[in-house]
């Protein structure tokens, strides 16, 4: 992606009345947020407020009133996700220890969590071996088909 597709996609978002934009192209990601402008006066009588944005080298009012942000790569390692729509479970009840921390090796096929839907348990076992490195879903937390639970690393 280069600097003209990020101009229109500041462009784009001028004609629309969101407030973000996000593309993903060639395993770049960029995200185009339009920031609230500052109002011109701020009652009847009032004083004109101008950003000083606005004054300065005759760039306009549409100066820095855009953040284009480029997100981080994500981390190394494995995600275990979740294959249902429902409610994240650490541990296989309320009064027993969890089935992993961060930190725990975990073998393939060892169950680390459950996901309830439907009030049916689901134990959702790992795909692989290795470290748990982070458990990326609180303990009671709705989830959705495909999101990351865990990420395991080799």
Excluded: W
């Amino acid at each position: 992606m280069d600097l003209k597709q990020i101009k229109d996609l500041i462009a784009y978002l001028e004609g629309t009345a969101f407030g973000e934009v996000e593309v993903e192209q060639e395993g770049l990601r960029v995200k185009v947020v339009r920031h609230a402008r500052t109002p011109a006066a701020a009652g009847p009588g009032a004083p004109s407020a101008t950003p000083a944005h606005a004054s300065e080298g005759g760039q306009g009012q549409t100066a820095g009133a855009y953040e284009v942000r480029i997100p981080e790569a994500p981390e190394a390692g494995k995600v275990i996700a979740s294959p249902i729509v429902g409610t994240f479970y650490r541990a296989p009840a309320p009064d027993k220890p969890p089935y992993a921390e961060t930190g725990t090796l975990v073998k393939k096929g060892q169950v680390v969590c459950i996901v309830e839907a439907m009030k049916l348990m689901n134990e959702i076992e790992s795909e692989f071996e290795g470290r748990v490195a982070a458990i990326l879903v609180n303990d009671g937390d709705p989830v959705e088909f495909g999101q990351p639970l865990m990420r395991i690393e080799p």
